[in-house]
Protein backbone atom coordinates (compact mmCIF):
# COMPACT_ATOMS: atom_id res chain seq x y z
CA UNK A 1 0.00 0.00 0.00
CA UNK A 2 2.77 1.98 0.95
CA UNK A 3 4.60 1.96 -2.69
CA UNK A 4 1.09 2.62 -4.52
CA UNK A 5 0.85 5.85 -2.12
CA UNK A 6 3.89 7.11 -2.87
CA UNK A 7 3.46 5.91 -6.74
CA UNK A 8 -0.05 8.37 -6.79
CA UNK A 9 1.65 11.00 -5.28
CA UNK A 10 4.46 11.18 -7.75
CA UNK A 11 1.62 10.61 -10.76
CA UNK A 12 -0.37 13.60 -8.68
CA UNK A 13 2.69 16.04 -8.69
CA UNK A 14 3.81 15.10 -12.07
CA UNK A 15 0.18 16.15 -13.44
CA UNK A 16 0.15 19.15 -11.82
CA UNK A 17 3.67 20.40 -12.02
CA UNK A 18 3.27 19.57 -16.18
CA UNK A 19 -0.49 21.62 -16.62
CA UNK A 20 0.72 24.14 -14.34
CA UNK A 21 4.11 24.46 -16.84
CA UNK A 22 1.98 24.27 -19.43
CA UNK A 23 -0.87 26.81 -18.71
CA UNK A 24 2.37 29.00 -17.77
CA UNK A 25 3.29 29.25 -21.25
CA UNK A 26 0.10 29.27 -23.03
CA UNK A 27 -1.08 32.31 -20.62
CA UNK A 28 2.08 34.07 -21.87
CA UNK A 29 1.64 33.46 -25.16
CA UNK A 30 -1.90 34.44 -25.20
CA UNK A 31 -1.11 37.41 -23.23
CA UNK A 32 2.42 39.17 -24.41
CA UNK A 33 4.27 37.04 -27.14
CA UNK A 34 2.95 38.75 -29.83
CA UNK A 35 3.10 42.37 -28.24
CA UNK A 36 6.61 41.15 -27.54
CA UNK A 37 8.07 40.12 -30.68
CA UNK A 38 6.08 43.18 -32.60
CA UNK A 39 8.06 45.38 -29.90
CA UNK A 40 11.09 43.68 -30.37
CA UNK A 41 11.11 43.56 -34.35
CA UNK A 42 10.22 47.23 -34.38
CA UNK A 43 12.65 48.71 -32.10
CA UNK A 44 15.56 46.88 -34.18
CA UNK A 45 14.13 48.62 -37.13
CA UNK A 46 14.12 51.76 -35.10
CA UNK A 47 17.83 51.59 -34.09
CA UNK A 48 18.73 50.50 -37.20
CA UNK A 49 17.02 53.70 -39.42
CA UNK A 50 18.44 55.81 -36.42
CA UNK A 51 21.72 54.77 -37.53
CA UNK A 52 21.02 55.05 -41.53
CA UNK A 53 19.66 58.51 -40.88
CA UNK A 54 23.00 59.98 -39.16
CA UNK A 55 25.54 58.34 -41.75
CA UNK A 56 23.07 59.76 -44.67
CA UNK A 57 23.36 63.39 -43.02
CA UNK A 58 26.66 63.52 -41.92
CA UNK A 59 28.11 61.75 -45.04
CA UNK A 60 26.53 63.52 -47.69
CA UNK A 61 26.05 60.26 -49.72
CA UNK A 62 25.46 60.63 -53.61
CA UNK A 63 22.43 59.41 -54.77
CA UNK A 64 24.18 56.24 -55.80
CA UNK A 65 25.53 55.26 -52.54
CA UNK A 66 22.31 56.42 -50.62
CA UNK A 67 20.68 53.53 -53.16
CA UNK A 68 23.08 50.90 -52.66
CA UNK A 69 23.07 51.80 -48.26
CA UNK A 70 19.17 51.37 -49.04
CA UNK A 71 19.44 47.84 -50.57
CA UNK A 72 21.43 47.00 -47.85
CA UNK A 73 18.95 48.03 -45.08
CA UNK A 74 16.43 46.36 -46.62
CA UNK A 75 18.29 43.38 -47.05
CA UNK A 76 19.54 43.10 -42.94
CA UNK A 77 16.18 44.23 -41.75
CA UNK A 78 13.83 43.05 -43.63
CA UNK A 79 11.96 46.14 -44.49
CA UNK A 80 11.38 48.56 -46.65
CA UNK A 81 12.88 51.82 -47.11
CA UNK A 82 12.99 55.08 -49.58
CA UNK A 83 13.47 58.71 -49.30
CA UNK A 84 10.92 61.63 -49.64
CA UNK A 85 10.40 65.09 -49.08
CA UNK A 86 7.75 67.09 -46.93
CA UNK A 87 5.10 66.25 -49.47
CA UNK A 88 5.89 62.37 -50.52
CA UNK A 89 7.48 63.10 -53.56
CA UNK A 90 10.77 60.38 -54.17
CA UNK A 91 14.24 62.27 -53.40
CA UNK A 92 16.07 58.70 -53.90
CA UNK A 93 16.19 57.10 -56.83
CA UNK A 94 14.67 53.64 -56.39
CA UNK A 95 16.71 51.43 -54.90
CA UNK A 96 16.38 48.11 -57.07
CA UNK A 97 16.46 49.56 -60.88
CA UNK A 98 19.02 49.39 -63.87
CA UNK A 99 20.52 52.56 -65.50
CA UNK A 100 20.79 52.34 -69.53
CA UNK A 101 22.97 54.26 -71.57
CA UNK A 102 21.43 55.16 -74.79
CA UNK A 103 23.72 55.22 -78.15
CA UNK A 104 24.02 58.87 -77.65
CA UNK A 105 25.17 58.73 -74.26
CA UNK A 106 21.56 59.60 -72.60
CA UNK A 107 20.94 57.62 -69.19
CA UNK A 108 17.82 56.02 -68.61
CA UNK A 109 17.11 54.67 -65.13
CA UNK A 110 14.85 51.92 -65.42
CA UNK A 111 12.38 51.42 -61.77
CA UNK A 112 12.27 47.84 -61.01
CA UNK A 113 10.65 48.02 -58.04
CA UNK A 114 7.28 47.46 -59.26
CA UNK A 115 7.93 45.42 -61.76
CA UNK A 116 9.56 43.13 -59.22
CA UNK A 117 6.53 42.49 -57.07
CA UNK A 118 5.21 40.24 -60.45
CA UNK A 119 8.27 39.09 -62.73
CA UNK A 120 10.43 38.84 -59.63
CA UNK A 121 11.45 34.95 -60.72
CA UNK A 122 11.34 35.78 -64.39
CA UNK A 123 13.69 38.56 -63.76
CA UNK A 124 15.97 36.64 -61.68
CA UNK A 125 16.37 34.46 -64.28
CA UNK A 126 17.58 36.51 -67.19
CA UNK A 127 20.90 37.00 -65.00
CA UNK A 128 20.63 40.73 -66.31
CA UNK A 129 24.27 41.72 -65.68
CA UNK A 130 26.52 44.89 -66.29
CA UNK A 131 27.22 44.98 -70.22
CA UNK A 132 24.03 43.20 -71.37
CA UNK A 133 22.04 45.17 -73.90
CA UNK A 134 18.17 45.96 -73.16
CA UNK A 135 15.18 46.98 -74.78
CA UNK A 136 12.59 48.40 -72.35
CA UNK A 137 9.08 49.39 -73.21
CA UNK A 138 7.41 51.81 -70.78
CA UNK A 139 6.56 55.06 -69.59
CA UNK A 140 9.36 57.90 -69.12
CA UNK A 141 9.24 60.34 -66.51
CA UNK A 142 10.69 63.30 -67.02
CA UNK A 143 9.34 65.67 -64.68
CA UNK A 144 12.47 65.67 -62.87
CA UNK A 145 15.06 68.47 -63.66
CA UNK A 146 18.72 67.96 -63.50
CA UNK A 147 18.36 63.97 -62.74
CA UNK A 148 18.44 60.72 -65.38
CA UNK A 149 15.00 60.35 -67.15
CA UNK A 150 13.28 57.34 -65.34
CA UNK A 151 11.45 54.44 -67.36
CA UNK A 152 8.45 52.07 -65.59
CA UNK A 153 8.86 49.08 -67.70
CA UNK A 154 5.99 47.27 -68.89
CA UNK A 155 8.45 44.48 -70.63
CA UNK A 156 12.00 44.09 -70.96
CA UNK A 157 13.94 41.81 -73.64
CA UNK A 158 17.05 40.78 -73.86
CA UNK A 159 18.70 38.61 -76.48
CA UNK A 160 18.37 35.40 -75.89
CA UNK A 161 16.00 35.01 -73.10
CA UNK A 162 12.38 35.21 -73.34
CA UNK A 163 10.91 38.50 -72.85
CA UNK A 164 9.94 39.90 -69.34
CA UNK A 165 6.30 41.82 -68.33
CA UNK A 166 2.79 42.09 -70.38
CA UNK A 167 2.93 42.10 -73.96
CA UNK A 168 2.80 45.91 -74.53
CA UNK A 169 1.17 48.32 -77.52
CA UNK A 170 4.07 50.05 -79.37
CA UNK A 171 1.73 53.23 -79.73
CA UNK A 172 0.91 53.69 -76.49
CA UNK A 173 4.76 53.04 -74.67
CA UNK A 174 8.23 54.53 -75.08
CA UNK A 175 11.02 52.06 -76.11
CA UNK A 176 14.59 52.72 -74.38
CA UNK A 177 17.25 50.74 -75.87
CA UNK A 178 20.85 50.36 -74.22
CA UNK A 179 23.79 48.89 -72.43
CA UNK A 180 23.56 48.27 -69.02
CA UNK A 181 26.26 50.18 -66.69
CA UNK A 182 24.43 50.09 -63.41
CA UNK A 183 22.32 47.01 -61.84
CA UNK A 184 20.84 47.06 -58.32
CA UNK A 185 19.04 43.88 -57.62
CA UNK A 186 18.39 42.57 -54.08
CA UNK A 187 20.49 39.90 -53.04
CA UNK A 188 19.68 36.16 -54.04
CA UNK A 189 17.84 35.07 -50.53
CA UNK A 190 16.28 38.65 -50.46
CA UNK A 191 13.70 38.17 -54.07
CA UNK A 192 10.52 38.30 -52.56
CA UNK A 193 10.87 41.68 -51.06
CA UNK A 194 7.90 43.68 -51.89
CA UNK A 195 9.39 46.80 -52.54
CA UNK A 196 5.68 47.63 -54.02
CA UNK A 197 4.51 48.06 -50.64
CA UNK A 198 6.38 51.43 -49.79
CA UNK A 199 4.78 52.93 -52.34
CA UNK A 200 1.17 51.84 -51.47
CA UNK A 201 2.01 53.25 -48.05
CA UNK A 202 2.95 57.01 -49.50
CA UNK A 203 -0.05 56.92 -51.43
CA UNK A 204 -1.92 56.60 -48.43
CA UNK A 205 -0.24 58.22 -46.34
CA UNK A 206 0.66 61.64 -48.23
CA UNK A 207 -0.22 64.31 -47.30
CA UNK A 208 0.75 64.00 -44.17
CA UNK A 209 -2.02 64.93 -41.34
CA UNK A 210 -1.62 68.33 -39.21
CA UNK A 211 -0.30 65.96 -36.08
CA UNK A 212 1.96 64.37 -38.49
CA UNK A 213 3.36 67.69 -39.80
CA UNK A 214 3.71 68.78 -36.68
CA UNK A 215 5.60 65.94 -35.39
CA UNK A 216 8.34 66.80 -38.87
CA UNK A 217 8.50 69.76 -38.11
CA UNK A 218 9.32 69.00 -34.35
CA UNK A 219 12.26 66.88 -36.43
CA UNK A 220 10.44 64.01 -34.29
CA UNK A 221 10.46 59.93 -35.12
CA UNK A 222 6.99 58.98 -35.12
CA UNK A 223 5.14 55.17 -36.06
CA UNK A 224 2.09 54.51 -38.07
CA UNK A 225 0.10 51.39 -37.78
CA UNK A 226 -1.13 50.83 -41.43
CA UNK A 227 -3.21 48.14 -42.60
CA UNK A 228 -2.51 47.12 -46.65
CA UNK A 229 -6.13 48.26 -48.56
CA UNK A 230 -5.82 44.84 -50.54
CA UNK A 231 -4.39 41.97 -48.94
CA UNK A 232 -5.63 43.14 -44.79
CA UNK A 233 -1.87 42.34 -43.55
CA UNK A 234 -0.62 44.70 -40.95
CA UNK A 235 2.53 47.18 -41.34
CA UNK A 236 4.37 49.70 -39.05
CA UNK A 237 5.72 52.73 -40.89
CA UNK A 238 8.50 54.58 -39.41
CA UNK A 239 8.69 58.55 -40.41
CA UNK A 240 12.14 59.39 -39.16
CA UNK A 241 12.70 63.31 -40.83
CA UNK A 242 16.37 64.89 -40.78
CA UNK A 243 17.74 67.85 -41.76
CA UNK A 244 20.02 67.78 -44.69
CA UNK A 245 23.55 69.66 -44.96
CA UNK A 246 21.51 72.01 -47.67
CA UNK A 247 19.20 72.64 -44.81
CA UNK A 248 16.25 70.65 -47.07
CA UNK A 249 13.84 68.49 -44.75
CA UNK A 250 13.69 65.23 -45.76
CA UNK A 251 11.77 61.78 -44.67
CA UNK A 252 13.34 58.67 -44.03
CA UNK A 253 9.93 56.31 -44.59
CA UNK A 254 10.38 52.52 -43.42
CA UNK A 255 7.71 49.62 -43.79
CA UNK A 256 7.49 46.23 -41.88
CA UNK A 257 5.57 43.88 -42.32
CA UNK A 258 4.08 42.41 -39.07
CA UNK A 259 1.74 39.61 -40.90
CA UNK A 260 4.44 37.45 -39.76
CA UNK A 261 4.38 38.08 -36.09
CA UNK A 262 0.56 37.06 -36.60
CA UNK A 263 1.22 34.00 -38.73
CA UNK A 264 3.88 32.63 -36.12
CA UNK A 265 1.54 33.15 -33.01
CA UNK A 266 -1.42 31.51 -34.76
CA UNK A 267 1.04 28.46 -35.69
CA UNK A 268 2.62 28.43 -31.81
CA UNK A 269 -0.89 28.19 -30.66
CA UNK A 270 -1.43 25.41 -32.59
CA UNK A 271 1.51 24.00 -31.72
CA UNK A 272 0.70 23.92 -28.19
CA UNK A 273 -2.18 22.17 -28.63
CA UNK A 274 -0.09 19.08 -29.92
CA UNK A 275 2.05 19.92 -27.31
CA UNK A 276 -0.57 19.20 -24.62
CA UNK A 277 -1.74 16.29 -26.00
CA UNK A 278 1.92 14.69 -26.05
CA UNK A 279 2.51 15.94 -22.70
CA UNK A 280 -0.71 13.75 -21.56
CA UNK A 281 1.28 10.66 -22.55
CA UNK A 282 4.22 11.87 -20.80
CA UNK A 283 2.51 12.05 -17.71
CA UNK A 284 1.97 8.00 -18.13
CA UNK A 285 5.68 7.41 -19.02
CA UNK A 286 6.57 9.31 -16.52
CA UNK A 287 4.69 8.01 -14.07
CA UNK A 288 5.60 4.71 -14.57
CA UNK A 289 9.58 5.19 -14.31
CA UNK A 290 8.83 7.13 -10.95
CA UNK A 291 7.05 3.77 -9.52
CA UNK A 292 10.29 1.92 -10.53
CA UNK A 293 12.26 4.86 -9.13
CA UNK A 294 10.72 4.18 -6.12
CA UNK A 295 10.47 0.54 -5.61
CA UNK A 296 13.72 -0.26 -7.54
CA UNK A 297 16.04 1.00 -4.49
CA UNK A 298 13.83 -1.03 -1.65
CA UNK A 299 13.97 -4.34 -3.89
CA UNK A 300 17.69 -3.79 -3.60
CA UNK A 301 17.47 -2.83 -0.06
CA UNK A 302 15.57 -6.36 0.40
CA UNK A 303 17.80 -8.55 -1.78
CA UNK A 304 21.24 -7.14 0.69
CA UNK A 305 19.32 -7.75 3.79
CA UNK A 306 18.87 -11.13 2.47
CA UNK A 307 22.39 -11.79 1.07
CA UNK A 308 23.79 -10.34 4.55
CA UNK A 309 21.80 -13.24 6.35
CA UNK A 310 23.35 -15.75 4.69
CA UNK A 311 26.80 -13.98 5.30
CA UNK A 312 27.26 -12.73 1.94
CA UNK A 313 28.60 -9.19 1.84
CA UNK A 314 29.99 -9.17 -1.53
CA UNK A 315 26.87 -6.29 -2.13
CA UNK A 316 26.44 -4.04 -4.96
CA UNK A 317 26.71 -0.49 -5.79
CA UNK A 318 24.44 1.39 -3.15
CA UNK A 319 20.99 3.58 -4.14
CA UNK A 320 22.33 6.69 -4.85
CA UNK A 321 19.52 8.90 -3.40
CA UNK A 322 20.03 11.85 -1.38
CA UNK A 323 17.28 10.75 0.90
CA UNK A 324 16.42 8.19 3.92
CA UNK A 325 16.45 5.33 1.53
CA UNK A 326 19.79 6.79 0.49
CA UNK A 327 20.69 7.10 3.64
CA UNK A 328 20.01 3.69 4.79
CA UNK A 329 21.60 2.26 1.88
CA UNK A 330 24.85 3.86 2.12
CA UNK A 331 25.00 2.43 6.26
CA UNK A 332 23.81 -1.15 5.16
CA UNK A 333 26.75 -0.69 2.38
CA UNK A 334 29.52 0.03 4.90
CA UNK A 335 28.37 -2.53 7.70
CA UNK A 336 28.61 -5.24 4.36
CA UNK A 337 32.05 -3.71 3.39
CA UNK A 338 33.61 -3.97 6.95
CA UNK A 339 31.85 -7.26 7.99
CA UNK A 340 33.60 -8.55 4.27
CA UNK A 341 36.57 -7.08 5.06
CA UNK A 342 36.55 -8.55 8.46
CA UNK A 343 36.24 -11.85 7.21
CA UNK A 344 38.75 -11.52 4.76
CA UNK A 345 41.33 -10.53 7.05
CA UNK A 346 40.68 -13.57 8.99
CA UNK A 347 40.95 -15.59 6.34
CA UNK A 348 43.70 -14.17 5.37
CA UNK A 349 45.64 -14.65 8.88
CA UNK A 350 44.28 -17.98 8.99
CA UNK A 351 45.92 -19.32 5.40
CA UNK A 352 48.78 -17.14 6.55
CA UNK A 353 49.54 -18.69 9.70
CA UNK A 354 49.18 -21.81 8.05
CA UNK A 355 51.81 -20.77 5.37
CA UNK A 356 53.83 -19.22 8.80
CA UNK A 357 53.72 -23.30 9.89
CA UNK A 358 54.09 -24.77 7.36
CA UNK A 359 57.31 -22.69 6.69
CA UNK A 360 58.33 -23.31 9.79
CA UNK A 361 58.14 -27.01 10.14
CA UNK A 362 60.22 -27.00 6.18
CA UNK A 363 62.84 -24.88 7.83
CA UNK A 364 63.00 -27.02 10.89
CA UNK A 365 63.02 -30.05 8.61
CA UNK A 366 65.92 -28.14 6.35
CA UNK A 367 68.25 -27.54 9.16
CA UNK A 368 67.66 -31.24 10.79
CA UNK A 369 68.52 -32.70 7.34
CA UNK A 370 71.60 -29.97 6.69
CA UNK A 371 73.01 -30.72 9.87
CA UNK A 372 72.00 -34.55 10.06
CA UNK A 373 73.66 -34.05 6.32
CA UNK A 374 76.70 -32.29 7.70
CA UNK A 375 77.67 -34.18 10.41
CA UNK A 376 77.42 -37.03 8.25
CA UNK A 377 79.48 -35.37 5.98
CA UNK A 378 82.37 -34.26 8.44
CA UNK A 379 82.03 -38.09 10.36
CA UNK A 380 83.61 -40.21 7.89
CA UNK A 381 86.59 -37.94 7.12
CA UNK A 382 87.04 -37.41 10.73
CA UNK A 383 86.48 -41.39 11.61
CA UNK A 384 89.34 -41.87 9.33
CA UNK A 385 91.91 -39.11 10.25
CA UNK A 386 90.87 -40.64 13.84
CA UNK A 387 91.77 -44.00 13.43
CA UNK A 388 95.13 -43.39 10.65
CA UNK A 389 96.39 -40.98 14.20
CA UNK A 390 95.81 -43.62 16.51
CA UNK A 391 97.66 -46.00 13.90
CA UNK A 392 100.63 -43.57 13.83
CA UNK A 393 100.47 -43.40 17.61
CA UNK A 394 100.56 -47.18 18.34
CA UNK A 395 103.78 -47.48 16.15
CA UNK A 396 102.82 -48.67 13.18
CA UNK A 397 105.24 -49.56 10.85
CA UNK A 398 107.95 -47.54 9.18
CA UNK A 399 106.86 -48.47 5.58
CA UNK A 400 103.56 -47.14 6.41
CA UNK A 401 103.46 -44.06 8.00
CA UNK A 402 103.95 -42.38 4.77
CA UNK A 403 100.47 -43.85 3.84
CA UNK A 404 99.24 -43.06 7.32
CA UNK A 405 100.32 -39.57 6.20
CA UNK A 406 98.74 -39.48 2.85
CA UNK A 407 94.65 -40.49 3.98
CA UNK A 408 95.21 -37.77 6.84
CA UNK A 409 95.97 -34.87 4.59
CA UNK A 410 93.80 -36.22 2.03
CA UNK A 411 90.80 -36.71 4.55
CA UNK A 412 91.35 -32.82 6.11
CA UNK A 413 91.29 -31.46 2.22
CA UNK A 414 88.12 -32.83 1.78
CA UNK A 415 86.77 -31.37 4.89
CA UNK A 416 88.22 -28.07 4.11
CA UNK A 417 86.56 -28.60 0.97
CA UNK A 418 83.34 -29.28 2.40
CA UNK A 419 83.50 -26.19 4.88
CA UNK A 420 84.56 -24.17 1.99
CA UNK A 421 81.83 -25.11 -0.44
CA UNK A 422 79.09 -24.69 3.12
CA UNK A 423 80.55 -21.28 3.38
CA UNK A 424 79.99 -20.18 0.07
CA UNK A 425 76.73 -21.86 0.32
CA UNK A 426 75.42 -19.88 3.09
CA UNK A 427 76.95 -16.34 1.63
CA UNK A 428 75.34 -17.43 -1.84
CA UNK A 429 71.56 -17.73 -0.28
CA UNK A 430 72.01 -14.76 2.34
CA UNK A 431 72.77 -12.58 -0.82
CA UNK A 432 75.80 -10.77 0.90
CA UNK A 433 77.45 -11.27 -2.45
CA UNK A 434 78.19 -8.39 -4.57
CA UNK A 435 78.85 -9.63 -7.74
CA UNK A 436 81.88 -8.11 -9.94
CA UNK A 437 80.56 -8.87 -13.57
CA UNK A 438 82.65 -8.21 -16.79
CA UNK A 439 82.54 -9.29 -20.54
CA UNK A 440 84.63 -12.39 -21.30
CA UNK A 441 84.25 -15.72 -23.63
CA UNK A 442 82.60 -18.25 -22.24
CA UNK A 443 84.68 -21.05 -23.94
CA UNK A 444 87.63 -19.30 -22.68
CA UNK A 445 86.83 -19.69 -19.06
CA UNK A 446 85.88 -23.55 -20.18
CA UNK A 447 89.26 -23.70 -21.53
CA UNK A 448 90.76 -22.83 -18.09
CA UNK A 449 88.88 -24.74 -15.92
CA UNK A 450 89.02 -28.01 -17.97
CA UNK A 451 92.66 -27.82 -17.70
CA UNK A 452 92.76 -27.94 -13.85
CA UNK A 453 90.60 -30.90 -14.06
CA UNK A 454 93.39 -32.71 -16.37
CA UNK A 455 94.42 -35.08 -14.20
CA UNK A 456 90.71 -36.58 -13.12
CA UNK A 457 89.80 -36.52 -16.56
CA UNK A 458 93.06 -38.88 -17.30
CA UNK A 459 91.95 -41.30 -14.09
CA UNK A 460 88.93 -42.04 -16.22
CA UNK A 461 90.29 -41.49 -19.66
CA UNK A 462 87.65 -38.53 -20.47
CA UNK A 463 88.22 -36.12 -23.49
CA UNK A 464 86.40 -32.37 -23.40
CA UNK A 465 84.83 -31.32 -26.57
CA UNK A 466 84.11 -27.72 -27.07
CA UNK A 467 82.27 -26.53 -29.81
CA UNK A 468 81.04 -23.00 -30.49
CA UNK A 469 79.18 -20.83 -32.88
CA UNK A 470 79.48 -17.23 -33.65
CA UNK A 471 80.29 -17.04 -29.75
CA UNK A 472 79.66 -13.58 -28.06
CA UNK A 473 81.10 -12.43 -25.01
CA UNK A 474 78.81 -12.50 -21.93
CA UNK A 475 78.79 -10.36 -19.01
CA UNK A 476 78.87 -12.22 -15.76
CA UNK A 477 80.96 -12.25 -12.41
CA UNK A 478 84.39 -14.74 -14.03
CA UNK A 479 85.26 -15.78 -10.32
CA UNK A 480 81.82 -17.13 -9.55
CA UNK A 481 80.87 -18.39 -13.16
CA UNK A 482 84.44 -20.13 -12.93
CA UNK A 483 82.75 -22.01 -9.76
CA UNK A 484 79.86 -22.85 -11.86
CA UNK A 485 81.26 -24.72 -14.79
CA UNK A 486 83.76 -25.93 -12.16
CA UNK A 487 80.99 -27.64 -10.51
CA UNK A 488 79.46 -29.29 -13.96
CA UNK A 489 82.51 -30.47 -14.94
CA UNK A 490 83.29 -32.22 -11.75
CA UNK A 491 79.70 -33.22 -11.59
CA UNK A 492 79.95 -34.96 -15.27
CA UNK A 493 83.34 -36.63 -15.11
CA UNK A 494 81.79 -38.43 -11.46
CA UNK A 495 79.08 -39.64 -14.07
CA UNK A 496 80.59 -39.95 -16.77
CA UNK A 497 81.50 -43.53 -18.70
CA UNK A 498 85.32 -44.02 -19.18
CA UNK A 499 86.49 -43.64 -22.51
CA UNK A 500 83.72 -41.29 -23.32
CA UNK A 501 83.67 -37.70 -24.25
CA UNK A 502 82.21 -34.56 -22.27
CA UNK A 503 80.86 -32.74 -25.17
CA UNK A 504 80.32 -28.70 -24.83
CA UNK A 505 78.76 -26.51 -27.25
CA UNK A 506 78.00 -22.68 -26.80
CA UNK A 507 76.14 -20.17 -29.33
CA UNK A 508 74.82 -17.41 -29.40
CA UNK A 509 72.43 -14.38 -30.76
CA UNK A 510 71.97 -11.55 -30.55
CA UNK A 511 69.72 -11.71 -27.45
CA UNK A 512 71.24 -14.70 -26.07
CA UNK A 513 74.11 -17.34 -25.54
CA UNK A 514 73.16 -21.16 -24.87
CA UNK A 515 75.69 -23.44 -23.16
CA UNK A 516 75.00 -27.14 -23.39
CA UNK A 517 76.54 -29.49 -21.74
CA UNK A 518 76.46 -33.45 -22.76
CA UNK A 519 77.81 -36.41 -20.99
CA UNK A 520 77.71 -39.92 -21.80
CA UNK A 521 76.37 -42.43 -18.31
CA UNK A 522 73.20 -43.36 -16.46
CA UNK A 523 70.64 -41.39 -16.45
CA UNK A 524 68.56 -39.63 -13.45
CA UNK A 525 65.68 -40.91 -12.45
CA UNK A 526 63.19 -38.99 -13.56
CA UNK A 527 61.35 -38.21 -10.47
CA UNK A 528 64.23 -36.92 -8.84
CA UNK A 529 65.90 -34.50 -11.74
CA UNK A 530 64.54 -31.34 -9.44
CA UNK A 531 66.35 -32.71 -6.42
CA UNK A 532 69.42 -32.64 -7.45
CA UNK A 533 69.92 -29.04 -6.65
CA UNK A 534 69.38 -29.84 -2.93
CA UNK A 535 72.05 -29.31 -0.36
CA UNK A 536 73.58 -32.63 0.21
CA UNK A 537 72.52 -34.56 -2.38
CA UNK A 538 73.64 -37.33 -4.71
CA UNK A 539 71.93 -39.69 -6.74
CA UNK A 540 73.04 -42.59 -5.04
CA UNK A 541 70.69 -43.52 -2.89
CA UNK A 542 73.35 -45.61 -0.63
CA UNK A 543 75.34 -41.93 -0.72
CA UNK A 544 78.55 -43.89 -1.33
CA UNK A 545 81.66 -42.08 -1.19
CA UNK A 546 83.43 -43.74 -3.78
CA UNK A 547 82.33 -40.61 -7.05
CA UNK A 548 83.62 -38.33 -4.32
CA UNK A 549 82.10 -34.28 -3.93
CA UNK A 550 80.39 -33.17 -0.84
CA UNK A 551 77.02 -32.83 -2.46
CA UNK A 552 76.60 -28.79 -2.45
CA UNK A 553 78.37 -28.33 -6.29
CA UNK A 554 75.21 -28.46 -7.53
CA UNK A 555 73.34 -26.09 -5.22
CA UNK A 556 76.45 -23.34 -5.26
CA UNK A 557 76.07 -23.55 -9.25
CA UNK A 558 72.24 -22.52 -8.64
CA UNK A 559 72.44 -20.09 -6.23
CA UNK A 560 75.15 -18.16 -8.34
CA UNK A 561 72.71 -18.95 -11.92
CA UNK A 562 69.88 -17.63 -9.94
CA UNK A 563 72.09 -14.43 -8.64
CA UNK A 564 73.01 -13.88 -12.83
CA UNK A 565 69.43 -14.12 -13.68
CA UNK A 566 69.78 -17.00 -15.81
CA UNK A 567 67.45 -19.94 -17.03
CA UNK A 568 68.65 -23.42 -16.64
CA UNK A 569 67.62 -26.74 -16.32
CA UNK A 570 68.52 -30.57 -16.69
CA UNK A 571 67.19 -33.68 -18.78
CA UNK A 572 68.03 -36.93 -19.85
CA UNK A 573 69.13 -38.28 -22.83
CA UNK A 574 69.11 -41.56 -24.52
CA UNK A 575 72.71 -42.51 -23.17
CA UNK A 576 73.48 -39.63 -20.95
CA UNK A 577 72.43 -36.43 -19.11
CA UNK A 578 72.57 -32.42 -20.82
CA UNK A 579 72.98 -29.52 -18.90
CA UNK A 580 71.63 -26.30 -20.52
CA UNK A 581 72.01 -22.69 -19.29
CA UNK A 582 70.84 -19.73 -21.36
CA UNK A 583 72.89 -16.15 -20.40
CA UNK A 584 71.00 -13.31 -21.74
CA UNK A 585 73.74 -10.60 -23.55
Not at 91 to 114: A, C, E, M, R
Not at 352 to 376: C, I, P, R, T, W
Not at 396 to 413: L, M, P, R, S, T
Request: glycine share 6%; aromatic share 8%; net charge negative.
Amino acid sequence: MKRKGITLKLFLLTVVVFMCFYGMIILAHMLFFQDFYQKYKIKGVESALERFSEHYVNEDWSSHRASREAVKFMSENKSQLTIVDTDGNLTLNDPYHITLKQKDGTLVVVSLSFFMNTYGQELKAAAIDKGSTLTVWGALDQEQKDAPTVMYPFQITQKGFPSIGEDVDASYADKVTGEVVERVLPRSKAWNTQQGLLFDALNELFPLKPSQEKKVKDMKLQKIDWTEPWSGTHNMVIIDPVKTKAGKTELLVSVTSLQEVQDTNNALQLFYLYLGIGGLFLIIILSFFFSRLVSKPLIKLDKMAKRMVKLDFTVDSPVRQKDEIGNLSNSMLLMARNLDQALKELEEKNVQLLADMEQKNEMEKVQQDFFANASHELKTPLSIIKSFAEGLKDGIGANKQDHYFEVIVEEAEKMEGLLTDMLDLAKLEARTIKLRKTSFLLSDLIDKASNKLVYSLKEKDLDVVIGSTKELPIVADYGWMEKVMLNFLVNSIRHAEKGSTISIDIESDDHDTTFILRNRGDNIPEDTLDHIWKRFYRGELSRSRQTGGTGLGLSIAQQILDMHHCEYKVENLEDGVQFTILFTN
